[in-house]
């Protein structure tokens, strides 16, 4: 009877337990993987950033449906019209504003909290507001149980968070037409704004705005480089 | 007596029966396309509505599956169907409504499932066709001795609910005329009661009005696909819809929400509000903005500004001016007189009457006009008038269109339009386009290709003298000047860069450091290139680039189509197959349609129809026959329409008055066809005046259209009739007297040939776009000469070779 016991204990952890381990491992694994193959790969160099990819388990921001989809090298639909990113766009915003230790970074559209959770692992505070309520309400749970250093708002980004500001880098991660005027002035003298330009499904360019005094410039980056065809080639 | 007078009765009441059911599903169809475009996109509803217009050749199969029984039952029959047709007209549309059956065709490609539940949309849009066209395949079949008179029934008919939809849709909304028509099936089936079966066929009218009669106190609302703008906005906080209002060009709805604030692409050094705007929307897609007069133009913070920063302008044109934002520009940066002309009649409606206070509408001032007409139109009927600045709506989206409007002919921007602008301009006058830079760049570079050819067409040697664009971190605007840019011109352009934080890419003396003083672009092909356009001897390098970047003319009006096939593989290796469906989805979505219901018109018509082999003989005359007429009329009938688009402007009704005139004269000419005691005669007279007089239009159309297209609206409504009809009455001729042909000898054939002739007709439609967008218009009337010549050689040509033997 007590081997009995025993072996059921061992049969009911391999029965349950193992497929969850199994899951975790998986996921760590396609990772691991995505990083090296999908951000390493393609010229991010930057070891916070790689650091910071590795650690965030992206699936655990994508809604149920879509986990197994979690690592592929594609956005994916969150709700309300709105996507999380193809990892190597994190990966690239991320770099872009050169994160560090002691920064404080100004979020514009939490979607998932993917890129939050990702920027907090590497700066000191994040400060991330999304429009949608229910987006919004989704990602500040996770991000809640996870870290102590993001703070979410519920509200229009236009006013971005005068509270806390200046920041020392601002993502817009939702695509606008125009860059609100309260956004250039949080961003610290020197800091730099990204934002991605493009459809939810495809995003070709992104919008580098730098300030440096009263000066302020913008430069048009392309993840992804078009060679057009010349007499040459 | 009494009976003869009974069976004439009888028959008239089936021939009128078969209008209204025939006018109930063309309107179904068009209804139906509105409907879709709102829940997921206009492209969308042309690759749904498609391949459900397939049901027509399907029910060609069915027939001549069952055709014995079929043709027994059918006096009870075809009024039972054309009930039930009305029902599912009705109850289909409710099905796919429901979460169940929905799909996001913009997932389409990311998620595969969704291509199963598109299946399943699929096949519940084409019961209803299916339906319907068996009650009208089983009219044609069984009447076969009398299908003239059955088939001018079926293309009046048809004729008519082409215009009964667009004044429906000018007055109320797609989901509440979606009951009104199922109800004329409903009419129908009442008009051909047959004593028989009495049962079933009362039981079918009954239920389909119960249906319709609920939809329409209950017509629920639509569901949009949650990435269309429309429901993008309606997560805002506090958003909600204000005013909504039905018109033919679309649904239109205002949208009021604290957080929708309207500045494309504006200056770094603007430090004030963004006001707060209600957006437009058109089919749940972003139109444009209800303009606030009294609060600062943000316009003026953007390279939207540069024709009046160069110079006073009195006055300005602003062709298709949308919701009226660039008027009001213009009237704010100084312009004594200004005209916009906007080619929704809802717009001016709105801004006339429900937003008139807040807008301050223009009509108000008396400096300002806003008219409702097509721009090209407009353009040609003030050959008395000069502008200082045409200006041209902003192009491309934020972040790029995804293609969509890749096949959307677009005759405001081709070479010939910017003549017409070219020709209205005063000594110092200027055309303006603006234009989000695009990457790779594509939009960018066509419209500097189309200015400067522009300007050599008119003599200009050196067109960097007469040509300026300067860009902003988002948009490009560029202005044609028709006198050289003088220093002055020069001096406040580069005054205003420098204030805007915006860079100078054009400018005569410009050097390359200027042109990324402010915002850097990473990939300099765009100055490359741009230089390249410019510069006469460097054409090879256009030639040479990945896109299609050549200006477009009257005969390919495809401004937005940018993809070479040869650079399809090189795309691919560099964005991933991922992505290439959003690089141009437009194109993509014409030949996913082209290949899809080809593959399904030959899994579920040609095929299960080859079983029929071993009870006939001489299947390829039919099968050539009927699918040349299928395939030359529907490319005629493409290219007539596209034509008088460009003669009279306003896509909607151009269209509608083309298929009606097209269907009615083509009704005559098979009521006339029945006259000749030899169908095989009248097939041959009629398929060989038909491509004589295609051959005639394909040579000399355009030219006719061109040397009297500003002539008095009377007049061209006159000419244009006359060259509709003339061949559209022969082209109604051949498909009666083929039928009857085969009723003479092949009857076991005539479903196959309805099969045939409604799936090819189905094919054509996107064939003949992407020929057109290939070769051009004329190749596409060349083609239909063609098929015309092959249906006249196979019954007709047949017949005299035999003859001689």
């Not at chain 2, 007078?5 to 169809?29: D, V, Y």
């Not at chain 2, 602003?318 to 312009?335: M, N, P, R, W």
């Not at chain 2, 007297?737 to 409604?758: D, Y």
Request: with cysteine.
């Amino acid at each position: 009877m007590k081997y009995f016991k025993q072996n059921s204990v061992i049969i009911f952890l391999l029965l349950f337990l193992y497929p969850l381990n199994s899951d975790a491992q998986d996921y760590t694994m396609q990772r691991q993987s995505m990083v090296e193959t999908q951000i390493r790969n393609r010229g991010i160099r930057d070891a916070s950033t790689l650091r910071a990819m590795r650690q965030v388990p992206r699936h655990l921001y994508i809604p149920e449906n879509q986990q197994r989809w979690a690592y592929e090298d594609r956005p994916l639909p969150i709700g309300y019209g709105q996507t999380i990113s193809q990892p190597y766009i994190v990966g690239y915003m991320t770099e872009i504003i050169k994160p560090k230790k002691g920064y404080r970074v100004l979020e514009i559209g939490t979607g998932s909290g993917y890129q939050a959770a990702v920027l907090a692992e590497i700066v000191d505070h994040v400060y991330t507001i999304e429009i949608v309520e229910p987006l919004g309400l989704t990602a500040k749970a996770i991000l809640d149980k996870n870290y102590e250093n993001v703070s979410v708002k519920i509200a229009d980004g236009y006013y971005g968070w005068e509270e806390f500001a200046p920041f020392d880098a601002i993502v817009v991660t939702a695509a606008a037409e125009y860059i609100p005027p309260p956004l250039i002035e949080q961003l610290k003298d020197g800091g730099r704004m990204i934002i991605p330009v493009g459809s939810p499904f495809r995003v070709q360019q992104l919008m580098l705005v730098e300030k440096k005094g009263d000066r302020v410039s913008s430069r048009s980056l392309m993840p992804v480089r078009f060679v057009p065809f010349t007499s040459g080639d | 007596m009494a009976f003869k007078l009974l069976t004439s009765i009888h028959k008239t009441a089936r021939i009128s029966a078969l209008g209204l059911h025939s006018a109930a599903i063309i309107a179904f169809q068009l209804i139906l396309m509105q409907l879709i475009s709102v829940m997921q996109g206009y492209h969308f509803a042309y690759m749904i509505i498609s391949i459900a217009m397939l049901g027509f050749g399907a029910s060609g199969t069915f027939i001549a599956l069952f055709r014995k029984k079929l043709l027994e039952a059918s006096n009870w029959l075809v009024p039972s169907l054309m009930a039930v047709s009305g029902f599912f007209m009705v109850v289909s549309f409710n099905l796919a409504r429901m979460p169940v059956f929905q799909f996001d065709v913009y997932l389409l490609f990311v998620e595969s499932s969704q291509f199963g539940v598109l299946a399943l949309g699929y096949i519940i849009y084409f019961i209803p066709f299916f339906v319907g066209a068996l009650a009208i395949g089983i009219l044609f079949i069984k009447n076969a001795g009398q299908i003239g008179t059955y088939y001018f029934s079926n293309l009046l008919g048809s004729g008519i609910g082409g215009i009964v939809v667009v004044i429906l849709l000018s007055h109320i909304f797609a989901l509440q005329a979606l009951p009104l028509v199922a109800i004329l099936s409903v009419m129908a089936a009442v008009l051909s009661f047959e004593k028989r079966k009495r049962f079933l066929q009362i039981a079918g009218i009954v239920l389909s009005i119960g249906f319709i009669g609920f939809s329409i106190f209950q017509p629920g609302e639509l569901p949009l696909s949650e990435y269309k703008g429309l429901s993008r906005t309606l997560n805002l906080p506090d958003a909600e819809i204000i005013h909504k209002q039905a018109d033919v060009h679309g649904q239109i709805e205002v949208v009021e929400s604290s957080a929708l604030r309207y500045a494309p692409a504006l200056s770094f050094t603007y430090t004030g509000a963004v006001p707060v705007k209600k957006n437009v929307f058109i089919n749940a897609e972003f139109y444009g903005v209800i303009p606030l007069y009294d609060t600062v133009n943000i316009h003026n913070f953007t390279t939207e500004a540069l024709p009046y920063v160069m110079r006073q302008r009195d006055k300005v044109l602003v062709l298709k001016s949308g919701t009226g934002t660039g008027v009001a520009h213009a009237l704010q940066s100084g312009a004594k007189h200004v005209t916009g002309v906007t080619e929704v009649r809802g717009i001016k409606e709105l801004l006339k009457n429900r937003f008139a206070e807040e807008s301050q509408y223009f009509a108000l001032k008396p400096e300002a006009n806003f008219i409702y007409s097509d721009s090209r139109q407009y353009l040609l009927s003030q050959n008395q008038s000069e502008y200082d600045a045409i200006i041209l709506p902003r192009m491309e989206s934020f972040g790029g269109s995804m293609g969509l409007n890749a096949l959307h002919e677009d005759y405001s921007l081709t070479i010939e339009a910017f003549q017409l602008m070219w020709n209205r301009l005063s000594d110092h006058g200027v055309i303006s386009v603006t234009t989000w830079i695009d990457y790779p760049s594509r939009t960018t570079l066509k419209i500097a290709a189309t200015l400067v050819e522009t300007l050599r067409a008119n003599g200009i040697e050196s067109p960097e003298n007469h040509l300026v664009a300067i860009k902003s971190w988002g948009t490009i605007s560029f202005v044609l000047s028709k006198n050289p840019l003088e220093s002055s011109d020069i001096a406040n352009i580069r005054n205003f860069c420098r204030e805007m934080l915006f860079d100078p890419v054009l400018l005569p003396g410009i050097s390359d450091d200027e042109r990324s003083v402010y915002n850097q672009i990473e990939d300099d092909n765009l100055y490359r290139y741009l230089d390249a356009i410019l510069s006469s001897t460097d054409q090879s390098l256009l030639a040479e680039y990945d896109f299609h970047i050549a200006p477009a003319t009257d005969d390919k009006p495809y401004f937005s189509r940018f993809l070479k096939f040869s650079t399809l593989k090189k795309l691919r290796d560099t964005f991933g197959a991922e992505t290439m469906p959003f690089l141009e989805l437009g194109y993509l979505i014409v030949w996913v349609t082209l290949i899809q219901s080809s593959i399904l018109a030959f899994v579920l018509i040609i095929l299960p129809l080859f079983k029929l082999r071993k009870r006939s003989r001489n299947l390829l005359p039919t099968l050539l026959y009927f699918g040349a007429l299928g395939l030359g009329y529907m490319f005629a009938e493409i290219i007539f329409i596209q034509r008088f688009i460009l003669y009279f402007g306003h896509p909607v009704y151009a269209i509608s008055a083309v298929i009606s005139t097209m269907m009615i004269a083509s009704g005559a000419g098979s009521l006339y066809s029945g006259k000749f005691k030899d169908p095989v005669k009248a097939s041959g007279v009629a398929s060989f005046a038909v491509a004589i007089l295609l051959l005639i239009y394909a040579l000399f159309f355009t030219n006719v259209l061109t040397l009297t297209i500003d002539f008095p609206l009377f007049i061209k409504v006159f000419i244009a009739f006359f060259m509709l009809a003339i061949p559209s009455f022969f082209m109604g001729m051949p498909f009666p007297s083929g039928i009857r042909i085969l009723n003479q000898n092949n009857e076991q054939h005539i479903p196959w040939a309805w099969g045939i002739n409604g799936c090819l007709s189905v094919i054509a439609t996107s064939l003949a776009t992407l020929i057109a967008v290939e070769g051009g218009f004329r190749v596409v009337m060349f083609l239909a000469t063609g098929l015309y010549l092959l249906a006249f050689a196979v019954f007709y040509g047949n017949s005299l070779i035999s003859k001689k033997a």
